[in-house]
């Protein structure tokens, strides 16, 4: 597994210890875990992550590359016989609608398909998660399902619908998505 996947504004790291400050500020703010099956975080819970539930080579630290600053995690789980990846992450509210998204999925997706060579790779959400559906259509992926009421929002205490996506090895377009090469890896034009 790599220590690190690079594109062009993100370093794609493996979470350490040292990354609980900036992880907590995400992981315990009930407002940017609003669709996540977990948080909000104690800070017992976000320290009980890092230290034992990581896993190398798929859960990354998303940091910004001109400040050196941690901004999110994101991760590629890949099932028992290597066939299958599922796609997860999270991003601090502070730095969406930027296209950090976008670009780590990009680069998740090409990690999933040239070096892990899966042969799929899925991806969920609530269906009400309109940034986390973009991130995932403009990555290539497409929206194969429609699960209603079929995920638990933790912070409005209702049965919400549940989105999933996915896109296969030889769907994949290593320029991004659907868009023109030119661009660096991780880049959609």
């Not at 609608?97 to 999933?112: N, V």
């Not at 986390?132 to 403009?138: G, K, L, P």
Request: proline share 5%.
């Amino acid at each position: 597994m790599k220590p690190a996947l690079e594109t062009r504004r993100l370093t794609l790291r493996p979470l350490t210890p040292e990354d609980f400050d900036a992880m907590h500020s995400w992981a315990g703010n009930p407002a940017n875990v609003r669709y996540m099956a977990w948080g909000p975080n104690s800070e017992e819970q976000t320290r009980g992550f890092l230290a034992s539930l990581v896993k190398p080579g798929k859960d990354f630290a998303v940091v910004l590359k001109e400040t050196g600053c941690v901004v999110g995690s994101c991760g590629i789980y890949p099932d028992d016989e290597m066939d299958t990846g599922v796609l997860g992450w999270i991003l601090h509210m502070d730095h969406w609608k930027q296209g950090y998204g976008t670009e780590f999925a990009a680069e998740l997706i090409r990690y999933g398909f040239e070096d892990l060579k899966l042969r799929r790779i899925t991806a969920y959400c609530a269906a009400a998660n309109y940034g986390s559906r973009r991130i995932m259509e403009r990555s290539g992926m497409r929206r194969e399902a429609l699960h209603v009421k079929a995920f638990w929002a933790r912070i409005d205490k209702e049965w919400i619908d549940q989105a999933e996506y996915a896109i296969l090895a030889e769907e994949y377009n290593p320029c991004g998505g659907n868009n023109p090469c030119g661009g660096s890896k991780g880049e959609l034009l």
